[in-house]
């Protein structure tokens, strides 16, 4: 009998130093995978349309619409975590000059060029010092002198473009060719002339604006193919965004970026997990 629980006991500890070994093993692996892994270099966001929760009517709930009280809310959480609001020009720096970013690089984006980026979004970054950059479709600017209304569908014109410049960057989002075109994006589907004098009509346009950044582009509807990545740096572009997630590395395809979205639909706690934070 005490040969026998000898050989149980010694058969335990060889178990306990092989699963002891093991474990040893697996976290000298993570932390050298960790090690090596690319760093997130910028959190990049996507909104569109921001309008108070209360006059957001017939717009309630909508996929491109994030509420401004969030939206304040989702400011305030990332001034209080120390994160630094970057333009494109430094993100393009970073990828093409190696010039460094700040170590909580957040890039803030809006597609379109609704006119409540001004109304609404631009106070609430001004008041913070925060800087953002607005995607316009330089062929649908609204009219001038319109006032901003909640209940309709509304472009920023070219002085509210002017006049918001010092803080948003305004880069390109096509000039006319932000449709849909056979079930698939109007860029996509359109033949490599048609393409090209778009792009460059939109970047021809953004010339006139103060602080805009014409070498930085978002795909409509975040849809691109390799011949719509080869029209957009033929055109001068260095930097794209495309609309799904992912994180921002050194490594990263400098023409095909991922965003994180952020709408009605996206809480709190997944903002916050977007940095890897709790919320």
């Given amino acids: 009998m005490k040969k026998r629980n000898a050989k149980v006991w010694r058969t335990l500890c060889l178990l306990f130093v092989t699963l002891f070994m093991l474990l040893l093993v697996s976290r000298c692996h993570d932390a050298k995978a960790a090690a090596t892994a690319p760093k997130p270099a910028v959190t990049v966001l996507m909104y569109h349309h921001i309008l108070p929760q209360a006059q957001a009517g017939r717009f309630a709930g909508n996929s491109i619409v994030t509420y401004a ?4 809310k989702q400011l305030d959480f990332l001034a209080d975590n120390g994160y630094v609001t970057v333009t494109p020009a430094q993100v393009e720096a970073f990828f093409y000059d190696e010039k460094p970013l700040p170590k ?3 890039l803030l984006t809006f597609d379109d060029g609704y006119l409540s980026n001004a109304a609404v979004a631009y ?9 953002a950059t607005v995607f316009l479709v330089t062929g649908h600017l ?6 901003f209304s909640p209940s309709l569908v509304q472009m920023a014109d070219e002085d509210t473009i ?3 410049s010092d803080v948003f960057t305004y880069a390109c989002h096509t000039n006319d060719l932000h449709t849909i075109c056979g079930g698939t994006s109007a860029l ?3 033949d490599e002339d048609t393409r090209a004098a778009d792009l460059a009509q939109c970047r021809a346009a953004l010339a006139s604006i103060p602080n805009a950044c ?4 978002a795909y409509p509807y975040g849809a691109y193919n390799d011949k719509v990545k080869a029209s957009v740096k033929q055109a001068g572009i260095r ?3 495309r609309a799904s997630e992912g994180v921002v590395t050194a490594d990263s395809d400098p023409l095909a970026l991922p965003r994180y979205p952020v709408d009605t639909s996206v809480g709190f706690s997944r903002f916050c997990h977007y940095f890897g934070e709790n919320g």
């Fill in 214 to 217: 014409e070498t930085a582009f």
């Fill in 104 to 106: 909580k690089a957040v």
């Fill in 142 to 147: 609204g009219d001038a002198g319109q006032t």
């Fill in 188 to 190: 996509c589907a359109a």
């Fill in 162 to 164: 002017k006049n918001t």
């Fill in 123 to 131: 106070p609430l970054l001004k008041k913070r010092g925060m800087k």
């Fill in 69 to 72: 009280e969030e939206f304040e």
């Fill in 239 to 241: 930097l794209a965004f």
